[in-house]
């Protein structure tokens, strides 16, 4: 700190000069001062050659502390020009090696900008940004950095996701290096206001003293690209409102880019607790029945049909099994596989069935005996007749159902069904604990929708319905469970939805690639599009909402992506029948809204 002073001193002293200071003179002034920042780089440069060159952070902190002892040596020996070499060769790796990286420092740059008080703590910063971040995915970042670049960016940015997009960085970067009122204008992708892009980006910052007071969520890109980009503009400080957000006068702009819902992920409603479960998983094929297992590992069910016939007592283990398939694909989700379940009885009562304890024992038990030396493998070894996630919580649970609602995992489009509460839905597909139709217009509608594919994840373009970020934390519309509108508009709707399936045997998925389709003309799925919107309508009504206008289009998905493919092919297009773009924000916004109370409700109580 001391030398950093002496040289903004004498950095101060050639910006005051006077105007007929001979330029030489500064010149000779400067040239000192670079002389003595020389040192200060390479300290830096070294911390920086530290953390990339090795692994784990305590091998790096290692590194560091033997790098800065060195450095210490070399200051106090100067004509140790081995212990030199070894330092700017360290340094020289950093730089030159296979995607180097050329540190920039940027106090060391800007002295001047980043003054500090007499307890060495800064008290400057830039006054503003202005730019357009380069736009780098997960995978794009990675693909052309040094290998720790995404750790770095972690470590100097705390709180931040590692799959968050690289335009994230450089908006916390820029916010850091403000000063107090300062702010900044910056270009992004329309993820800066999504998932974990925003969580380690504009959530950060508007929870550590900045404020978001003009944005543009969704401006079209003017070049050749088709792109939809974000401009946000943003202060370290407090701005006193109105804000302009899309040349609207609002009271906040929130992390999201919203009016309203704060900053926060949404939080887990006990409301929810106890409705939601994941499926057990028997982990083993030759638990099942299945005469459509290619493996040779299943039994087939005539096996199972004749050990019924032997001895009746057989079916108290058997039931009806169903998975992702089931739900999807057919058009009535009728199981066509049957496992044996044991339940978490002891080995002794297993015996007591001997048929199917003698084809568990063949085909399950050497499997088992495989299972690796930890804790869940010396479990599943030691019980190796019963599943190996056994959801007794569930099984009590839905005692008293006859039917319960379903949804997989992974699925193309939001799709909840109906099954028999005997069925056996497989994890990690989901099952809930309702059977009335005003839960199932609620779940299947585009309110909920919009909220699964804004916090659910997604496997290439399809979703991921993890019960903890699309259900838990869901608010569902007061008093939803005996609303009449929305048992009666759902009930149009499964119903019709039931016949167009079966009629065209068709599953789900393959039934909702033609509603999403603005090709399919067929009368069917046209009346199920008008029925999917009265039930929608029936939903926000539920929520208070009737003010909300929406009105459906055919919208291409993927309207950030390049028009042709690496061949120069134009890509195919994919469309959704669903609501425009601000339609959806104004209701995410309220229902972010509406977490935000309810958590805080019931937390007070």
């Not at 400057?124 to 720790?148: E, M, Q, R, Y």
Request: negative net charge; charged residues 30%.
């Amino acid at each position: 700190p001391s030398r950093l002073r002496h040289i903004l001193n004498a950095r101060a002293q050639i910006l005051d000069a006077a105007d007929e200071t001979p330029y030489e003179l500064l010149a000779q002034k400067l040239a000192v001062t670079e002389e003595q920042m020389i040192d200060l780089r390479l300290a830096g440069d070294l911390t920086v050659a530290a953390f990339f060159g090795a692994d784990k952070p305590k091998d790096r902190e290692t590194l560091r502390k033997d790098l800065a002892e060195k450095f210490r040596r070399a200051r106090e020996r100067v004509t140790d020009l081995e212990l030199e070499d070894e330092l700017h060769g360290a340094v020289r790796i950093l730089k030159t090696g296979q995607q180097g990286i050329a540190p920039f420092h940027w106090e060391l740059e800007f002295p001047e900008v980043f003054r500090q008080d007499e307890h060495s703590k800064r008290t400057g910063g830039f006054d503003a940004f202005v730019g357009n971040p380069p736009f780098a995915g997960k995978n794009t970042l990675i693909g052309g950095h040094a290998d720790s670049y995404p750790d770095w960016l972690k470590t100097i940015h705390e709180l931040s996701h590692g799959n968050s997009d690289l335009v994230a960085h450089f908006f916390r970067r820029a916010f850091t290096l403000l000063r107090m009122n300062g702010c900044f204008g910056l270009i992004a992708t329309n993820t800066i206001g999504q998932g974990d892009t925003r969580s380690t980006g504009l959530r950060w910052i508007c929870t550590h003293g900045g404020t978001i007071y003009r944005a543009r969520k969704r401006l079209k890109w003017p070049g050749k690209a088709a792109v939809v980009v974000s401009v946000v503009h943003a202060a370290k400080g407090d701005v006193p409102g109105p804000h302009l957000l899309d040349a609207r006068d609002v009271p906040v702009i929130t992390a999201y880019l919203f009016h309203a819902g704060g900053h926060e992920d949404p939080k887990r409603l006990l409301a929810n607790e106890g409705r939601s479960f994941q499926g057990p998983i028997p982990l083993g094929m030759g638990f099942t029945f299945d005469d459509t297992d290619r493996k040779g590992i299943a039994s087939p069910v005539s096996e199972m049909i004749r050990l019924i016939n032997k001895d009746p007592r057989n079916q108290e283990c058997i039931f009806p099994y169903i998975a992702g398939e089931e739900l999807n694909e057919s058009p009535t989700h009728a199981n066509h596989r049957h496992v044996i379940n044991f339940g978490e009885v002891s080995e002794e009562v297993a015996k007591s069935y001997p048929d199917l304890y003698a084809i568990v024992s063949a085909k399950v038990r050497p499997e088992r005996m495989a299972q690796r030396d930890n804790p869940d493998g010396r479990r599943r070894k030691q019980f190796w007749w019963r599943w190996g996630r056994h959801t007794p919580a569930l099984d009590a649970a839905k005692g008293s159902f006859q039917r319960v609602l379903a949804h997989s995992w992974v699925a193309q489009h939001l799709e909840f069904a109906f099954v028999p509460a005997a069925y056996v839905v497989s994890g990690p597909h989901n099952v809930f604990l309702f059977a009335g139709l005003e839960p199932f217009s609620v779940l299947q509608s585009r309110v909920h929708e919009i909220w699964v594919r804004s916090f659910g994840a997604t496997l290439e373009d399809r979703i991921v319905y993890a019960r903890s970020d699309c259900f838990d934390t869901f608010p569902f519309p007061p008093r939803f469970d005996s609303n009449v509108s929305l048992d009666e508009t759902g009930r149009m709707y499964y119903e019709r939805r039931a016949q167009v399936m079966q009629t065209h045997n068709k599953g789900l998925t393959a039934t909702y690639n033609e509603f999403h389709n603005p090709d399919s003309d067929w009368p069917e799925i046209v009346a199920l599009r008008a029925l999917h919107d009265r039930m929608d309508r029936a939903v926000l009504d539920a929520y208070g909402w009737s003010d909300i206008q929406t009105v459906c289009d055919f919208i291409d998905e993927f309207d950030n992506e390049d028009d042709e493919d690496e061949s120069g092919r134009p890509h195919r297009k994919k469309y959704r029948y669903r609501w425009p773009d601000e339609g959806r924000d104004e209701v995410l916004a309220r229902l972010l809204e509406l977490n935000r109370t309810r958590a805080e409700e019931e937390a007070q109580s």
